[in-house]
């Protein structure tokens, strides 16, 4: 039972789903009835096709008598054969080709440098605009604090408070900053 069900993985619903990938429609529905298609189209006409072609020649060329019932066997059972060898060799396509594709692109030092260089740059210009916000919120916390010097005691304890709360990290990274 197990088999049959890696059978019917493999060859069915990773297929659709590989198929289902790489449609163009934008619908669920629509990706759905032109996934069908296609796998319909490319894994069940084609090699029927193909099979039915290779079956008449060998029928034609009497290399299969169509009266012998062991012959028709044993030719099905070899045509079947090769349709699923080539059903495999399709799916294992990526281990043979893309994955030696990927790994030879990661080989690439240029490459993989410049992808570096653009993390790198992304993460710089993220961490800028972090401290940028952080500056602003600063100021606002400075003239916040300077409005409250007049107002009551409470106020400017909670606003001394807040002010230094904010601008010792914010000094200490300003200071980190400029030996940088």
Same mark, same amino acid.
């Given at each position: +039972? ?12 990773? #297929? ?15 990706? +759905? ?55 495999? +060799? ?29 993390? #790198? ?6 961490? #800028? ?50 030996? +940088?």
């Amino acid at each position: +039972m197990f088999f049959f069900t890696i059978l019917i993985l493999n060859s069915v619903v990773l #297929a659709y789903q590989a198929y289902y990938d790489t449609d163009g429609y934008f619908t669920v529905g629509g990706k +759905m009835k032109s996934s069908l298609f296609r796998m319909c189209k490319d894994l069940v006409i084609v090699p029927l096709v193909a099979g039915l072609i290779i079956f008449g020649i060998l029928v034609g060329s009497n290399a299969v008598d169509p009266n012998d019932a062991s012959g028709l066997s044993l030719t099905s059972v070899i045509l079947t054969n090769i349709v699923y060898e080539s059903f495999l +060799m399709f799916l294992l396509s990526y281990g043979l080709i893309g994955l030696p594709r990927q790994l030879w692109e990661e080989a690439n030092y240029e490459y993989s440098l410049l992808k570096a260089k653009t993390s #790198a740059a992304a993460a710089y210009k993220d961490i #800028a605009e972090t401290h940028f916000n952080t500056s602003l919120v600063v100021a606002d916390v400075l003239k916040t604090n300077d409005f409250c010097k007049n107002a009551a005691p409470v106020i400017r304890t909670r606003s001394n408070t807040t002010f230094n709360y904010c601008s010792i990290p914010y000094l200490l990274i300003k200071s980190n900053d400029s030996t +940088m």
